[in-house]
């Protein structure tokens, strides 16, 4: 397969990357590239695709490594938080008062 | 000394906190936003934000602060939940009390010939582009279905003064109809206010009217783009100003500029023309994407990072003003100000998630067509129907609210879920933008990463975000607009 | 400053002096040195007589039975009410007519012990003081106004308070309550319910707060999972519609923090009544404590300039209590109240020469000597607001 001479190829390991951060990062940065994501056994390898001629390769590497990493970062934090954020909204949207009662008059 | 329980017993014990719901920015390059479930907000290092995530944090300070901001709790508290629950409930009890804003276009007719305008340019004499007293009628029937205890109606055009008889019969009749419903009415005239005449003053006056107007600028600004015959659009406004300032009093008008690429060099210009008038109120507006700005400019966008700069002047020229003791306010700043620095909702219909179309305003035009907003309306200018709701002849309140043509937008542009919008550290400031994302990119979502949208909005967050944190001033200046 | 407590001799009197609470009228005759007589709710007394003559002084005349007062009692006036020890040889006044600020004591016993409290806790039973209040409010004369229940923790004993505060309701409904508490029974929402179902016309509960999260307060008040209780406590208020006024005593704990807490109260508990931010008073607990809590006013202007007025632009009355006009930031200036007891207030002999002393609340007598190093008299008359 050719490649076009302006792309640029990174790689992250399968084992410690999850597919939703590189995927939730290729969305953030399509202002500047737009990534296809291929993996294979060991890999997830992306190729950057620059939106407009002149962009730096290794900050294109950079901006999307520091993205992957953020949006790791956001995943992990929904996921600890996910069962007090429900908790908040429900609570949020209860037909019945915050304070404990043992009525539910309305 | 009595001191029987330590501080260290009741802070936060090493490693022992839980995240609360948080976002964050990478604000510059030193210095991380974070944001709780309702906006609140907290600067930290990069470091200290990988510490406070990974557990190894050990400045209590920090610690204490963050648990006060409800970003992180000690395992057992049950109060920081009770609390963002209320927040959250507090900031989205105004979303039952639809539709608030109610727009009238009572004439396509105008004597202007704006190069921006975005409705199409009718000469004055052609009477079949206004609205009928049937139309207005039914309009206003469906008006009052609305379950929000405040109604405001807004009149525009074209020029709807040239419309006037309708317009009073439309205020008479809705407070005639308000008598069975107690509700709390407002009314506003968008008016260029060349036809403003005594008759029309005393109207205002007795009906307790608001004006609204426009004044892009400086008289060579505003006369460029706000063509009529004689060429004295700006003169005719300042007048106009000045006799609904003295007749009515000075709270009774308020002016919108419009902002073109002429504007950006003029921000200081702009605001002094408004500080003069006693207007106190400026709002710097984007360039709008719609109409004929769109096909002047052969439908490009304009640069964003350009118009920042003008903001960020404009907005510091006024935090000056302030500090030199003239309160000025900076209208968007004021909006934004209330989503950061209280749980109020300010009632901006453009910036809000769910959307504001059809929840927030209903604009009825002048064939009886109904929109779900302005832009919308501006929209089927260019043969784009998207969203037109119904027609005031054939449309029940149910037929309109629940059309899937205003559904599926608001459930696809909620930011809640909306790709990137659901992370951002600054969504409970944002809101949704469908009919912008339309036009601009073809779906109700687009892309954040290159919608004009985020990146206006995102840079005035971060404008006001570094004055508050960088300067006591501003600090205090933002957190008193938020407030009212 | 007055006197509230003091010596007395009985002459004339046999037997134990029944009941205990009097209320103090006119003589009728006059000419006597103004004695003033005492009457009582109870007419079995005495006899068939209900006054016993207060001699103002003890070289004074009385026309039959009589106390005659200690030095420092002189001041007891028509419509004060005292307490008469059995014996009488103590008296001490309850209810001050010509007060400003009359407060209860209800109990001396806390579930938190703050480290300047100026009131230390202690254990003993002492709820017949919930019986003594009881009896002073039947006999508050029509023009009293405002009455503080005070303690201790006085929620600590839940059914002697709210049978009071149905004793108030039923007997002087008029009357303008001020019930200070630390909240924390409050969260306990059957009781809140209890409290709010009294139907009071007219009470505010106070309730201290010290920091925007629980590590700082529970630690000022010495008592774990305190602030989850009374912030609770306060939702709870809130929700049944009961007044609540939240009072942060600024001491040096509190001062760096004042600031964020007024942000914590603007965003989470913005329906109180009040704020009232307070100058600390250098007796009980604050004395030994000292190290802990000690900051001279002077040195705090700043964060209380910044929390006074991040609160008053959210809509929230707020007011500064017991802090002198020539220490406060004049900014704060329409904020002071002037606030301090009477019967523990005072000005400085310096004081003189101030052109704002008649406006300006004063000392506390029972600091002693630990007041600010700023205090001095303002010579020219600043503008008002």
Redesign the interface.
């Known amino acids: 397969m050719t490649q076009d001479p302006e792309t640029a190829e990174i790689s992250f390991d399968r084992s410690t990357t999850e597919l939703d951060a590189l995927q939730q990062a290729a969305y953030a940065v399509a202002d500047l590239m737009t990534v296809d994501i291929r993996a294979s056994a060991t890999d997830y390898t992306c190729t950057l695709f620059p939106r407009r001629a002149g962009l730096d390769e290794d900050m294109l590497k950079h901006r999307i490594r520091a993205e992957v990493i953020d949006q790791t970062l956001r995943l992990r934090i929904a996921k600890e938080t996910g069962p007090i954020r429900n908790l908040i909204f429900a609570l949020a949207f209860s037909g019945t008062g915050l304070a404990d009662s043992g009525t539910t008059d309305e | ?7 260290d ?4 014990p090493p490693s022992g906190w ?7 920015h ?1 604000f510059d390059s030193d210095s991380v936003l974070l944001t709780n ?1 309702v906006g ?1 907000h907290l600067f930290v290092s990069p470091d200290q934000f990988l510490a406070v ?1 990974d557990g190894t944090c050990n400045d ?1 300070e920090l ?3 963050l ?2 901001r409800h970003l992180i709790q ?1 395992p057992g ?3 920081p ?9 507090t900031r ?1 009890r105004h979303l039952p009390d639809s539709t608030g804003l109610h727009i009238f276009v009572v004439t396509l007719r105008c004597e202007h010939t704006c190069r921006y305008c975005q409705v199409s340019r009718q000469s004055s004499a052609r009477s079949e582009f206004d609205m009928s007293q049937e139309t207005a009628r039914r309009a206003l029937a469906l008006a009052f279905q609305s379950p929000s205890p405040h109604l405001k109606f807004e009149f525009q055009g074209g020029e709807p003064l040239l419309n006037f008889s309708l317009l009073k019969w439309i205020v008479r009749e809705a407070k005639r109809i308000n008598r069975d419903h107690g509700k709390d009415l407002a009314f506003v005239i968008a008016t260029n206010l060349a036809l403003l005449d005594d008759e029309i003053l005393r109207f205002c006056e007795e009906e307790d009217v608001h004006i609204s107007t426009s004044l892009d600028g400086p008289a060579d600004l505003h006369n460029r783009n706000r063509r009529r015959p004689g060429q004295n659009s700006w003169q005719k406004t300042v007048a106009g100003i000045r006799q609904v300032q003295d007749r009515l009093g000075p709270g009774r008008v308020s002016a919108l500029m419009t902002t073109t690429e002429a504007s950006l060099d003029r921000a200081r210009d702009i605001i002094d023309t408004y500080v003069e008038l006693g207007l106190r109120n400026v709002f710097l507006r984007p360039i709008s994407p719609y109409g004929f700005a769109l096909r002047l400019r052969g439908g490009a966008g304009y640069d964003v990072e350009r118009w920042l700069r003008f903001y960020e002047t404009g907005l510091d020229y006024i935090i000056d003003l302030n500090r030199g003791g003239l309160p000025t306010v900076e209208s968007y700043a004021a909006i934004i100000a209330r989503k950061m620095f ?2 109020q909702d300010p009632g901006y219909v453009d910036l809000t998630s769910p959307a504001g179309i059809g929840l927030g305003a209903l604009v009825y035009n002048y064939d009886g067509d109904i929109y779900a907003s302005d832009e919308g309306r501006m929209l089927a200018e260019m043969q784009d129907h998207t969203f037109r709701l119904g027609n005031v002849q054939t449309s029940s309140y149910e037929e309109i609210l629940l059309n899937e043509k205003l559904l599926q937008p608001l459930a696809e542009s909620f930011t809640l879920s909306a ?2 919008c659901h ?1 951002c550290a600054f969504e409970p400031y944002c809101g949704a933008d469908p009919v912008f994302h339309h036009a601009t990119a073809g779906d109700f979502v687009g ?1 954040k ?2 919608s004009a949208f985020c990146r206006r909005n995102m840079g005035i967050f971060k404008a006001l975000l570094r004055r508050a944190r960088d300067d006591d001033f501003a600090r ?1 200046l933002f ?2 607009w938020g ?1 009212r | 400053m007055i006197r509230l407590s003091g010596r007395a001799t009985p002459v004339g009197l046999d037997g134990a002096i029944l009941p205990d609470v009097w209320r103090v009228c006119r003589a009728d005759q006059d000419g006597t040195g103004g004695a003033l007589a005492c009457v009582s709710t109870r007419r079995d007394i005495i006899g068939d007589q209900n006054r016993i003559h207060l001699a103002p002084h003890p070289g004074a005349a009385a026309p039959g039975p009589a106390l005659k007062l200690g030095r420092g009692l002189a001041h007891i006036a028509e419509d004060d009410i005292i307490r008469i020890s059995p014996d009488g040889s103590r008296v001490n006044v309850l209810w001050k007519n010509t007060a400003i600020h009359n407060s209860l004591l209800l109990t001396e016993q806390c579930d938190n012990y703050c480290l300047m409290c100026s009131q230390p806790p202690k254990t003993r039973d002492d709820t017949w003081l919930f019986e003594q209040a009881k009896r002073v409010v039947s006999l508050l004369p029509p023009t009293a106004r405002i009455l503080g229940l005070t303690g201790g923790e006085p929620t600590l004993h839940a059914d002697a308070l709210i049978g009071l505060l149905e004793h108030c309701r039923d007997t002087a409904p008029w009357l303008q309550l001020h019930l200070l508490s630390n909240g924390r029974r409050f969260s306990d929402f059957s009781f809140s319910q209890r409290y709010a179902a009294v139907g009071l016309r007219d009470i505010m509960v106070g309730i201290p707060l010290y920091a925007p999260e629980p590590g700082l307060h529970d630690f000022i008040v010495q008592a774990g999972g305190a602030f989850e209780e009374t912030v609770h406590g306060i939702l709870n208020l809130a929700t049944l519609g009961q007044p609540v006024e939240l009072r942060v005593v600024v001491q040096k704990h509190t001062v760096p923090v004042l600031p964020e807490l007024a942000i914590f109260i603007a965003r989470n508990l913005p329906f109180v009544d009040q704020v009232a931010l307070m100058g600390l008073e250098m007796t009980g607990l604050a004395r030994p404590n000292s190290a802990e809590v000690w900051i001279d006013p002077a040195d705090y202007q700043a964060e209380l300039a910044d929390a006074t007025l991040a609160l008053a632009s959210a809509g929230i009355v707020t007011k500064i209590f017991n802090h002198q006009l020539c220490v406060l930031d004049e900014r704060l200036w329409p904020f002071a109240v002037r606030s301090i007891s009477d019967w523990k207030n005072d000005y400085l002999d310096i004081c003189d020469n101030c052109s704002v002393r008649d406006v300006c609340g004063g000392v506390f007598t029972t600091s002693g000597s630990r007041l600010s190093t700023a205090l001095r008299p303002i010579q020219h008359q600043r503008q008002q607001g």
């Open positions: 000394m009595n001191v029987r329980l330590l501080r017993a009741t802070a936060v839980q995240l609360l719901p948080m976002r964050f990478r479930l609140e995530i209590q610690l204490a602060r648990r006060a000690r508290d049950r109060l939940a009770e609390l963002l629950a209320v927040k959250l409930r989205l209280s749980n790709p990137m992370s892309h990463a290159t205090d957190w008193r407030q």
